[in-house]
């Protein structure tokens, strides 16, 4: 009989615990025994996991009991509170805030890209990646490993998703206010209205006029692809889609790599889908979309380019891509990063 493992989800009923749920299923990861947890008010109703009902359990210290993984789809704050007791349980946490991304002794890990960075673990801890990080280098890191990645310039276009629940309510409930002709609810999730609107702004700023979540893109990219060199300017932008993230992006390169050869590597690569035909009858053949990725698990990449800004320059292509927020951006690289650690295949 193949080994099975008892699994704790962090944070069960939220957007991203719930799908982690689903891919644990999709994905056939060998569950013993599931433990949902969440916070006092969930606590005592039900999830259903391959057709039965399981209880949600309030998320304490001994809930971690005889766990062999966690998976956190919690606050930062929660996820520090929780961890030494995961640690004490001998269980591996495999957390989805930025609480410990960028710790020196933790693996931040795509594993399309970095799958053997989770043996180097020395605290019983592997982070999964922040949602657009985990977007743009999916696409980005083939078209690395044939030319070598210098520069990224990046606009990253975020859906209300990546707010979680209480995003996605608010951007619905301000889209059928305006419908109505009602009052548009004041804002909560997001810095402004998002209906009808962007928003230049995902977290705080720094001292330099950046964003968190801008910085995440550097810090983060440098840390998966070991690249500590790596130069990225980013952009992050929220804009008025329910679900998956789009980015803009240019990359440079240390050689030369034609358009033609670009495309070639990203219909090849893992976790990749590339729509890039531009005579094709219908748009969704034409370039990704965030309705066409919402509620699957590739990365869709198109619009692949030559840099006409350095008409010299050959070195640098310019692309487009898109990736459900919640799948890949989060529960299901999470779920990955679970199959990669007991030798489970993880390609999608």
Not at 117 to 129: L, M, Q, V, Y
Not at 223 to 237: D, F, S, W
Not at 268 to 284: E, F, N, R, W
Request: with cysteine.
């Amino acid at each position: 009989m193949s080994k099975t493992y008892n699994v704790a989800i962090l944070g069960a009923t939220g957007a991203v615990g719930s799908q982690m749920l689903t891919c644990l299923e999709e994905r056939d990861f060998p569950v013993n025994k599931l433990v949902p947890l969440a916070s006092t008010r969930s606590a005592g109703k039900t999830v259903t996991f391959k057709g039965e009902r399981v209880v949600i359990r309030e998320a304490t210290p001994e809930a971690f009991t005889g766990m062999d993984i966690v998976l956190g789809a919690a606050e930062d704050d929660v996820a520090r509170a929780m961890q030494p007791a995961i640690e004490a349980a001998g269980a591996v946490f495999i957390d989805n805030s930025h609480a410990f991304r960028l710790d020196e002794d933790v693996p931040l890990v795509v594993p399309e890209i970095n799958a053997d960075d989770i043996k180097t673990s020395g605290r019983g801890i592997i982070a999964n990646p922040n949602c657009a990080t985990i977007i743009g280098l999916v696409a980005a890191w083939p078209l690395h490993k044939a030319a070598g990645l210098k520069r990224m310039i990046v606009s990253t276009y975020q859906a209300a998703s990546g707010a979680g629940v209480p995003g996605m309510r608010e951007l619905e409930d301000q889209m059928r206010a305006l419908a109505d002709g009602a009052p548009v609810p004041e804002p909560r999730a997001f810095a402004a209205q998002l209906a009808y609107n962007l928003i230049p702004q995902i977290g705080g700023f720094n001292e330099e006029g950046y964003t968190s979540e801008e910085m995440k893109m550097q810090n983060e990219g440098r840390k998966i692809m070991h690249l500590p060199g790596l130069r990225v300017n980013c952009t992050c932008v929220r804009v008025p889609v329910a679900r998956s993230h789009s980015e803009s992006m240019t990359l440079e390169f240390e050689r030369p790599i034609r358009t033609d050869e670009a495309k070639a590597i990203l219909a090849a690569a893992p976790g990749i889908k590339l729509v890039d035909y531009l005579d094709a009858d219908d748009a969704c053949d034409r370039y990704p979309m965030p309705l066409d990725t919402t509620d699957q698990d590739l990365v869709f990449v198109g619009r692949v380019r030559r840099d006409l800004s350095a008409p010299d320059n050959v070195n640098a292509i310019s692309l487009w891509c898109c990736g459900d927020q919640i799948r890949k951006g989060a529960a299901t690289n999470a779920v990955q990063i679970a199959q990669a650690l007991i030798g489970q295949d993880f390609e999608l």
